[in-house]
């Protein structure tokens, strides 16, 4: 058992890197399973672990019968992400183009989740990718939005630029 937690650990498989979360905020079932749970759709919300004054909501759908009931089912790829500007945005850090704000696994070994962050310099705009990936064969399929950095109140607004490294 100590073996299979250090692989996960080895190949970076264990729940949420970087941001704290998820959280859940509600599902709704989409599939009725009669003995066994039903399949779901799930939506999570995450703050990004750089950039104060964000939060992104993300739904999957989860399977049910047994082996979502058992955890070893591989989940699809179909992932939506809307990311909104909740107060003032400051930076606690340099980001490169790209970095993880959040991951988790979406099967028991070979596929994972990961919400990705970069700057517009140009338009001084935050904007976050989610896909999935596998250790062979990725999807396609994947979900950006945008935040435009806007003033708070009497702050101003800062800019994405001064924080990214290329």
Not at 102 to 109: A, G, H, K, T, V
Not at 131 to 139: A, F, L, N, Q, R
Request: aromatic share 8%.
């Amino acid at each position: 058992m100590r073996l299979l937690a250090a692989l996960f650990i080895l190949l970076g498989l264990s729940a949420p890197a970087l941001a704290d979360g998820p959280d859940l905020i509600f599902k709704k079932s989409t599939v009725f399973k009669l003995l066994t749970p039903d399949s779901k759709l799930a939506v999570y919300g995450v703050d990004d672990p750089v950039v104060n004054g964000v939060a992104c909501h993300y739904t999957v759908p989860e399977k049910g019968g047994v082996s979502g009931m058992l955890g070893v089912a591989e989940e699809v790829s179909d992932i939506s992400l809307a990311c909104q500007q909740v107060g003032p945005i400051s930076f606690k850090s340099k980001f490169e183009q790209g970095d993880v704000v959040f991951r988790e696994r979406r099967s028991l070994i070979f596929k994972k989740m990961q919400i990705v962050r970069g700057c517009d310099v140009k338009r001084n705009v935050l904007v976050y990718l989610v896909y999935s990936d596998k250790i062979v064969e990725g999807s396609p399929k994947n979900s950006t939005s945008s935040v435009p950095i806007m003033p708070w109140g009497d702050q101003p607004a800062q800019k994405c630029s001064d924080w990214v490294t290329n």
